[in-house]
C-alpha cells in the first residue's frame, strides 16, 4: 500500500510538473500573441498612411489634368490668335506692296 501511495505521488508530482510546463508554454504563446497585435497594430498604421497618401497623390493627379488642360486650351488659343495674326499682317503686306 505504501508503494501504492508512493507511485500516486510520484506521478501527481509529474502531472504538476507538466502543467507547470504547460504553464510556461502558454505564457510564452500569450507573448507571441501579443507580439502579433502589436505587429498587426503597426501595419494597419502604415496602411491607412499609404490610404491616405494615394488619395493625395489621386488628387493631386487630377488637379495636374485639369491644369494641362487649361494650359493645352491656353496653347490652342493662342495659336489661333497668331495665326489670325499672321494672316491679317500678310493680308495688310500685301496690299501695301500692291498699291505701291
Do not use: P, W
Amino acid at each position: 500500500m505504501e508503494d501504492l501511495l508512493k507511485q500516486i505521488l510520484s506521478e501527481i508530482k509529474d502531472i504538476k510538473s507538466d502543467v507547470n510546463s504547460l504553464k510556461l508554454d502558454m505564457s510564452e504563446v500569450k507573448a507571441d500573441i501579443n507580439e502579433l497585435k502589436e505587429g498587426q497594430c503597426r501595419i494597419e498604421a502604415k496602411l491607412d498612411s499609404v490610404y491616405d497618401q494615394t488619395a493625395d497623390l489621386t488628387e493631386f493627379r487630377t488637379e495636374s489634368l485639369e491644369s494641362l488642360n487649361r494650359i493645352e486650351d491656353d496653347v490652342n488659343f493662342l495659336t489661333h490668335k497668331e495665326t489670325q495674326n499672321e494672316k491679317m499682317l500678310f493680308n495688310l503686306e500685301r496690299k501695301v506692296f500692291t498699291s505701291k
